[in-house]
């Protein structure tokens, strides 16, 4: 099976602008997760949707925005970029079942440039 | 809410020594529990995790790790270090509830000196 993708893998972007990132999961996976990962942050949770749904969300402001397709291939959206949003921007999929933690595959990333 | 803490945020080995890595969670009710590597400039990758029965994981690349609920510890280990081991590795925590929503710990960026 392909592994999870990420489109694009650099960005450069400019304070105020907004950006859209893409994952396509492992084939029949229906949850993606997306991370975010920075020096000083580590490891954040985003959100996470499931058949077109978004069902777990993190702390992060409403800049930040994302969704899923029918495909369930996923977007993720961060409006009025500021400096601090620079970042790797990490996506997962899994299964979603219910039944016990679905293992999640994480793609390569989207790195993020705000200037 | 929960919360991970690992223990040295560096860690230098020998080649052929012991890799231990400390990974402590907080929480109300045992979480699942995961370790994960991160090679330079790539995603993530699962080495193990816990759920539920025995509490000693084993994992790929010959590491497993021991949950020990009194102690709420999920600790990494490997008998043996080899260069390939050179990564950052994070310990997570999951709510057993449905969903996938990681909470990671600051991870450890492991050295193995040949």
């Known amino acids: 099976k392909a592994g999870v993708t990420q489109t694009p893998r650099y960005l450069i972007k400019t304070r105020g602008q907004q950006v859209t990132l893409s994952c396509s999961p492992i084939?029949?996976?229906?949850?993606v997760s997306w991370y975010q990962q920075t020096p000083g942050q580590g490891l954040q949770f985003l959100f996470e949707y499931f058949s077109e749904t978004q069902r777990n969300k993190g702390n992060f402001p409403g800049r930040f925005s994302g969704r899923q397709f029918s495909n369930s291939r996923s977007e993720m959206n961060v409006s009025t970029l500021e400096l601090g949003d620079s970042a790797l921007y990490l996506c997962a999929s899994s299964s979603g079942l219910a039944g016990g933690p679905g293992t999640q595959y994480f793609g390569p990333g989207t790195r993020l440039l705000v200037l | 809410a929960q919360s991970v803490t690992q223990l040295g945020s560096h860690v230098s080995v020998s080649e052929g020594a012991l890799v231990l890595l400390r990974c402590n969670y907080s929480s109300s009710v045992p979480p699942y529990l995961f370790w994960y590597v991160q090679y330079p400039n790539q995603g993530l990758q699962l080495l193990l995790k816990?759920?539920?029965?025995?509490?000693l994981v084993k994992g790929i690349n010959g590491f497993e790790a021991e949950f020990k609920k009194s102690e709420t510890s999920f600790h990494l280990t490997k008998p043996s270090a080899h260069m390939s081991d050179a990564a950052e590795y994070f310990c997570a925590v999951s709510p057993k509830a449905a969903g996938n929503k990681l909470t990671f710990g600051g991870g450890t960026r492991v050295l193995v000196k040949p």
């Open positions: 084939s029949g996976h229906r949850s």
């Open positions: 816990y759920t539920t029965g025995a509490t």
